[in-house]
């Protein structure tokens, strides 16, 4: 039987039903994680039981819930914490970098600011980053193989608010847009546990997703229909 090329595993985590994942080289044992928040100690533990090391820590968007920092009165663990027990950077898209060190205590040391077509790897296991602003400015998708890991711009059966400070309708729906022209075998796997399946197949989702389909259709029917 032939080794395993992918390690990947998804985690729900928090109050608000967050996916956390860590993606791993099965040779290399190294690891990346994203969206570490919520109980850093644990994601931690759990690579580690799995035999694998955080190298690289991958956000999807800036807020707290994905990124950890103070929200409502209270602290959400998250990327301060994780670098204060693994060697590795934080990457994020360069829309959003400025807003870390105040929104999560990071330092321009911790943090590779990335773009629509960057790459990262570890061992054989490579990401390409997506961005796929309307939701938050420097929102962006994760593409490994055939899995899309989507923060909060595609949900399976939904999409992000856009009715947040820094969202945008009409970014949104070009992001969309972006989205379905991936292959129909790529698999969703969304920012949070919303629906009755952690994970979907996008073939389905591009019939089944109103706003997938909504963003086959001109803007302005986009716009006036999310109104």
């Known amino acids: 039987m032939a080794e395993p090329t992918l390690y990947f595993k998804q985690i729900e985590i928090g109050p608000m039903q967050n996916f956390t994942y860590i993606i ?12 570490a928040a919520w109980d850093i100690p644990a994601i931690v533990r759990l690579a580690e039981k799995d035999g694998f090391t955080i190298t690289k820590a991958l956000v999807t968007h800036y807020h707290q819930d994905h990124l950890g920092g103070d929200f409502a009165g209270h602290h959400i663990p998250g990327a301060a914490e994780l670098l204060a027990q693994v060697k590795a950077k934080v990457y994020i898209n360069k829309a959003e970098a400025e807003f870390l060190h105040r929104l999560a205590g990071l330092s321009a040391s911790d943090i590779v600011k990335v773009d629509s077509g960057d790459t990262a790897s570890v061992g054989n296991v490579t990401v390409t980053f997506i961005h796929t602003p309307g ?25 992000g608010r856009i009715d947040l400070p820094g969202s945008s309708p009409e970014d949104m729906y070009y992001s969309l847009r972006k989205l379905a022209e991936l292959s129909d075998d790529t698999i969703l796997y969304p920012g949070h546990n919303y629906a009755e399946k952690p994970f979907a197949a996008l073939a389905e989702q591009k019939r089944h997703n109103m706003y997938l389909r909504l963003s086959a259709q001109s803007l302005q029917n986009f716009l006036a229909t999310m109104g």
């Open 24 to 35: 791993g080289d099965p040779t290399t044992r190294e690891a990346f994680v994203v969206d």
């Open 135 to 159: 939701h938050t400015p420097g929102s962006q998708c994760f593409l490994i193989d055939n899995r899309l890991v989507a923060g909060d711009t595609l949900f399976i059966n939904s999409c």
